[in-house]
C-alpha cells in the first residue's frame, strides 16, 4: 500500500478527514431541518468517543501494556523508582524488545504506527521521511500515538543502528524495492507495504537477498487478516467445502493520483491494487499448488486520459492440481469499492463474507452470513494492519518465516509478471517463468 490514499474520488479520511467532514456538516446544517441538526450533534459526539479511545489506547493502555509484558518475561521494572532524575533503573528495561524504523511516514504508515505503538514488543525508534512533508505528519503522528523517536532525512543510516531490528517500508510503489532491499542486506527484519516490486529482475534480486540474511521479511498482503477471510479460510481448511476446483476475486477500485497512474511510479493495475486479489486466489486455492499457465487480457483507459497504463486487466490461470483461479482488476471503474470473492469446492462454496455448506447446513437455501468486518472498504483506517503488525511480530519472536516472507510472496509477483506478459504478447503464459 503506497504512502497515500488510493483515493475514490472526493474520498477524505482520517483525523483530517474527519475534521473536513465536520465542516461539511455544519455548512450544509446551519439554518436546517431538526433532523439534520440531530445528524450533526451525532457526529460530533462520535468524533468526541473516538479521540477518547485513542488517548487511551496511546497515552494509558499501552504503557500499561508494555509494563506487563516485562512482568512476563521476569524483568518488571521497580515502579517506586522516580525516573528520571533516578538512574538506579537501566534504559533496557524499558526498552521494547524490537526497536522499529518507519520509512515514509505517510497516509499507510499511520496504521502501522498504530500497529506497532499497540505492540508491547515494539518501540518505534526512527522515523525517515523522503519529501519536506514528511517531517510535521511524523511529528503528527508522534502526537496522536504518545511516541518519541528521531525523525531522518535518509534511512541508510538507521540500518547500522544496533537498536533498529525491524524495518516498516511503507512509501511509493516505486521505492518499495530498494529499501526493502537495503533492509535485507543490513540484516534487518523488514515488513514492505504492497507491491512488493515493479519488475521481475527486482523481485530476483529481493529473493536472492533474502536468502542471505536471517533476517525474516513480510509483504504486506493485508487482506489475509481481516476477521472475516479469515473465519473463511478456517472453514475452508477444516473441510468443509470439500477439494477447491475454482476461486476467483476482483479488485475493482477507481484510483487518482499523478503518481499512481504511471507505470514508473504505480507499476501496473495487477501491482497497485490487483495483487491483493491474484495473493488471495492463491491462498484460496492452496498455496503447496503451483500455477502452471496464465492467459490474460487488458485494455487501455476507456475514459480516463490520465493512465499511462492498461488499467483495465483479466487473467485466468491453471494450477497443478487442475484448479482454476481467474482474477480482474480496474482501476478505473465508475463504482464504489468492490473485492469480491468466489471460492468453488467439492462439498460447497465460500462468497465475499458468506459461506455455504450442504454438509454442516442440510438443506440450506442461502449463503450463511460471517458476522465479521470483510474487505469491503477501500479506507487503510477499516484495515487490519494492527493485526497484520502482530502477526509478524510474533514470526520475529518464534523465529518462524511468515506465510508472507518475500520468498513466499514471490509466487503471486511471478504470477502478476506472467498475466501482464500473456496480455502483451496475447498469449499463453507457461510458469515458472524462464
Not at 516498516?168 to 540484516?187: D, F, K, R
Request: proline letters at 5%.
Amino acid at each position: 500500500m503506497p504512502d497515500e490514499a488510493l483515493t475514490s474520488r472526493g474520498g477524505v479520511t482520517g483525523a483530517a478527514g474527519h475534521d473536513q467532514h465536520l465542516m461539511l456538516l455544519t455548512n450544509l446544517t446551519v439554518g436546517t431541518s431538526p433532523l439534520a441538526r440531530w445528524v450533526l450533534w451525532h457526529y460530533r459526539r462520535r468524533r468526541a468517543r473516538e479521540k477518547a479511545i485513542e488517548f487511551l489506547y496511546y497515552r494509558l493502555l499501552t504503557p500499561i501494556k508494555r509494563l506487563a509484558h516485562l512482568a512476563a518475561l521476569g524483568t518488571t521494572p521497580d515502579l517506586r523508582v522516580k525516573p528520571p532524575t533516578d538512574r538506579s533503573l537501566s534504559k533496557e528495561q524499558f526498552m521494547a524488545q524490537y526497536g522499529a524504523l518507519v520509512i515514509g511516514p505517510g497516509w499507510v504508515a499511520g496504521e502501522h504506527i498504530r500497529g506497532l505503538c499497540l505492540d508491547p514488543r515494539t518501540e518505534i525508534r526512527a522515523v525517515a521521511g523522503m519529501i519536506p512533508d514528511d517531517k510535521p505528519r511524523a511529528q503528527q503522528y508522534m502526537r496522536q500515538y504518545g511516541f518519541q523517536a528521531d525523525y531522518l532525512d535518509d534511512f541508510t543510516g538507521a540500518l547500522t543502528r544496533d537498536d533498529i531490528d525491524l524495518v516498516h517500508v511503507c512509501t511509493i510503489n516505486h521505492l518499495h524495492y530498494e529499501q526493502a532491499l537495503a533492509a535485507l542486506q543490513a540484516h534487518k527484519h523488514v515488513l514492505v507495504e504492497k507491491p512488493l516490486c515493479l519488475t521481475l529482475d527486482q523481485l530476483r534480486r529481493l529473493t536472492d537477498a533474502q536468502s542471505k540474511t536471517n533476517a525474516l521479511s513480510h509483504v504486506g498482503h493485508v487482506c489475509r487478516y481481516y476477521p472475516a477471510v479469515v473465519g473463511l479460510k478456517n472453514f475452508l481448511d477444516a473441510g468443509h467445502i470439500g477439494d477447491v476446483f475454482y476461486a476467483e476475486s476482483d479488485y475493482w477500485h477507481e484510483i487518482v493520483g499523478a503518481w499512481k497512474v504511471t507505470p514508473d511510479t504505480g507499476g501496473s493495475a495487477l501491482l497497485m491494487g490487483g495483487c491483493h486479489s491474484v495473493d488471495m486466489v492463491r491462498w484460496m486455492v492452496g498455496e503447496q499448488h503451483e500455477v502452471v499457465e496464465v492467459a490474460a487480457f487488458s485494455r487501455s483507459a476507456a475514459w480516463r486520459s490520465d493512465f499511462q497504463y492498461d488499467p483495465t486487466i483479466a487473467l485466468i490461470a491453471r494450477f497443478d492440481n487442475g484448479a482454476i483461479g481467474r482474477v480482474s482488476t480496474s482501476l478505473e471503474c465508475n463504482m464504489p469499492y468492490v473485492f469480491h470473492l468466489q471460492v468453488n469446492g467439492t462439498k460447497g462454496c465460500l462468497r465475499n463474507n458468506g459461506l455455504y455448506s450442504a454438509e454442516l447446513f442440510p438443506k440450506s437455501s442461502n449463503f450463511t452470513p460471517v458476522p465479521a468486518t470483510y474487505p469491503d472498504d477501500w479506507n487503510v483506517s477499516h484495515h487490519p494492519f494492527a493485526e497484520e503488525v502482530s502477526y509478524f511480530v510474533d514470526c520475529i519472536e518464534s523465529g518462524t518465516p511468515s506465510m508472507l516472507s518475500i520468498a513466499a510472496a514471490a509466487k503471486t509477483y511471478e504470477l502478476i509478471f506472467a498475466a501482464e506478459l500473456a496480455a502483451r504478447e496475447h498469449s499463453v503464459v507457461k510458469l515458472p517463468l524462464a
